[in-house]
């Protein structure tokens, strides 16, 4: 940052000073007890977050990718298999797809939330796939390759229409994985039900990353599957560690995906600490919105259906002068980045899909056009303040000079 004055994009100094003192207990304990690898302080942090989660199980894993891989190779995800995701997500979501033998397909997402469109996926499945209904199956016209998954990503802490998505899924057939690494907590109200449901908890299985800048973030790398499929879990919880129960029994080939002990102690400290730090999300958000209300700014806030409860992961703005946006907001001081700026069936890592500009029109216009302001439970509202006036009088002066 430049100087002591800047505002972060994001702060992980300030949480781990807070908590420090509890947190170098966690190493003493595993250095004392050489617990390094699974035992009590994984299974401990496991059960707690299974019931934050509202899911009956939690396997702890190596990293988000992990997490989202082992899921779809547990439900049963096979070779050449066309899983469904969005083209506006990291890449893990799909690099997970591929190393499990899946075949990706894009759906573009919905220009308001900045998720999977349910209209789209519906489009996708009614006019370019062929459904058997004798033997159940539905193939991809295009690839000739047998869908099986969707993998909705609730991207940026906001949770994807997931009703839309479960009765399309159901209706083919289809095994959901949520990627739910942006959203620990995020809550969606399921019509169907009549209830508030968690993220990860409303899948076949769901991915969590506790990569440090996430909402919870470990020191190091870490995350977790939710299910509440008790074979699904087992088979997951074989995966990560060679594809053993017992030790030197391989019922199968797995990984080296576990979780470290040490990361799990520090995420249990943690993990008490997050509705507090998700409800300081919330209020920077409701600041933010404040601030640039009372200015009329010509940006665009996010928008929060009254269907979800996001954890605000990030807080996205959008202006068609976003690159000169974060050059002046950088010559202030001020750290903004962009999730994410080329959209995935862009990448040179899929040309093979053969996908071209153009296929996803709203995914690529969003791309161009979206920028994250600093977010983080700490913000305080004088900085928000600072960061508002900056974008505000940023576009008020291009008006000007147009
Ligand atoms: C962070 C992230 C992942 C991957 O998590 P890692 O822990 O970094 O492997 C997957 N999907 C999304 C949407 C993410 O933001």
């Not at 994009?9 to 947190?23: M, W, Y």
Request: hydrophobic residues 40%.
């Amino acid at each position: 940052m430049s100087g002591t004055n800047g505002i972060p994009f994001l702060d992980l100094v300030t949480p781990h000073a807070e908590l420090r003192e509890e947190l170098c207990e966690v190493f003493k304990t595993a250095l004392d007890t050489a617990g390094f690898i699974g035992g009590p302080m994984v299974q401990g942090f496991e059960q707690d977050f299974a019931k934050f989660c509202d899911t009956e199980h939690c396997v702890g894993v190596g990293s988000g990718t992990d997490a989202l891989r082992f899921a779809l190779i547990a439900a049963g995800i096979g070779q050449g298999d066309v899983v469904v995701t969005v083209p506006n997500t990291f890449i893990a979501t799909t690099e997970a797809i591929s190393q499990a033998g899946g075949r990706i397909a894009f759906i573009d997402i919905d220009e308001a939330t900045y998720n999977m469109d349910p209209e789209k996926l519906r489009e996708y499945l009614e006019t370019q796939c062929d459904f058997n209904s004798s033997t159940k199956t539905l193939v991809d016209r295009r690839t000739k390759g047998r869908v099986t998954a969707i993998v909705p990503v609730h991207l940026y802490g906001q949770m994807a229409d997931m009703d839309s998505i479960l009765e399309l899924a159901e209706r083919y057939g289809l095994i959901v994985i949520e990627d739910a690494c942006q959203a620990h907590g995020a809550e969606y109200f399921s019509n169907k039900e009549n209830r508030w449901r968690k993220a990860g908890s409303m899948g076949r299985a769901a991915a969590f990353s506790f990569y440090p800048g996430k909402n919870l973030g470990a020191c190091g790398e870490a995350g977790a599957a939710t299910t509440n499929d008790a074979e699904l879990a087992q088979k997951m919880r074989m995966l990560r560690d060679h594809g053993q129960a017992r030790k030197y029994y391989h019922d199968m080939e797995g990984y080296n995906g576990r979780l470290d002990s040490i990361q799990a102690g520090i995420l249990r400290v943690k993990l008490k600490h997050l509705p507090e730090w998700t409800e300081g999300r919330r209020a920077a958000a409701a600041r933010y919105r404040e601030l640039f209300a009372d200015a009329d700014a010509k940006i665009g806030l996010p928008y929060e259906p009254e269907w979800t409860k996001p954890v605000y992961h990030l807080f996205v703005v959008r202006t068609q002068e976003r690159d000169e946006l974060m050059k002046y907001l950088a010559s202030v001081g001020i750290g903004t980045a962009i999730h994410y700026p080329i959209p995935l069936h862009l990448q040179n890592a899929y040309a093979d899909l053969g996908y071209t500009k153009g296929d996803f029109p709203v995914t690529e216009k969003v791309a161009a056009e979206i920028v994250s302001l600093p977010m983080f439970p700490q913000l305080q509202a004088d900085q928000q303040s600072r960061v508002a006036s900056g974008v505000v009088s940023f576009l008020a002066a291009e008006k000007v000079a147009q």
